[in-house]
């Protein structure tokens, strides 16, 4: 069964700097995709990042990028700029196409002003 | 103009009650799921229906009871309610003619049971 490993349960970055939210997870697949989720307190579960396993080009999405390391099986969100808007929960996510997602236990990540 | 959403989106009922959750997608999505968040902030897959019919039937107590009266609407449905169902409960949808498979979530319902 696949699992996704989040080893991190909270993290905490100054505003202005850089973070990085680390994922793992084991797959017998070769294609499937993944995510990072954000979930605020008001407890929407808000897209932040896809990644496709067969492009081997990393995912951007303005100040969140991945670091996708296939061979390795990880997947880490790294958070630029951090703002204290990005305080939330963040999952981790896997995905071999559309079926449900399984989640990492989440990483929740503090910004200190 | 709301793409997937769920109602209520609070519920308090004593043990042993019965409730429903109710789910709509208007995003034109053939697949939904109901998800569970616990205490501790999990996510776990409880049921996965495409074109109406259930899929995906994690191991959850046949209490619950998903029902899906069309493609847009998934509904869930709990019998004789028990402290530990105490949660919070997302919908989800997607579709499988995307190339991303990027799951839409609902709100989400906050369930307490006393």
């Known amino acids: 069964a696949q699992t996704v490993t989040q080893s991190q349960p909270e993290m905490s970055v100054q505003e202005a700097e850089t973070v990085t939210l680390s994922c793992t997870y084991d797959t017998s697949e070769s294609d499937y995709y993944l995510f990072w989720y954000k979930q605020p307190p008001s407890r929407q579960m808000i897209l932040v990042i896809r990644q496709e396993a067969y492009k081997q080009q990393n995912a951007t999405e303005n100040r969140f990028s991945v670091n996708f390391q296939k061979a390795a099986k990880s997947f880490s969100l790294k958070i630029s700029d951090s703002q204290l808007g990005d305080a939330a929960m963040y999952f981790c996510a896997y995905t071999v196409g559309n079926t449900p997602l399984v989640f990492g236990k989440g990483t929740r990540l503090s910004v200190i002003a | 103009d709301t793409a997937v959403s769920q109602t209520p989106k609070y519920l308090v009922t004593q043990m042993g009650n019965d409730k429903s959750i109710k789910c709509e997608q208007n995003?034109?999505?053939?697949?939904m799921y109901w998800y569970k968040q616990d205490s501790k902030k999990f996510l776990k897959i409880m049921f996965s229906?495409?074109?109406?019919?259930?899929?995906i039937n994690e191991t959850v107590p046949n209490r619950f009871s998903p029902k899906s009266p069309d493609k847009a609407h998934l509904n869930l449905h709990i019998n004789s309610l028990e402290l530990g169902d105490s949660a919070v409960y997302f919908c989800?949808?997607?579709?499988?003619?995307?190339?991303?498979?990027?799951?839409?979530f609902g709100p989400g319902t906050r369930l307490t049971v006393t």
């Open positions: 995003l034109g999505h053939d697949t």
């Open positions: 989800a949808s997607s579709h499988r003619a995307t190339s991303s498979y990027e799951q839409y």
């Open positions: 229906y495409n074109n109406k019919e259930l899929i």
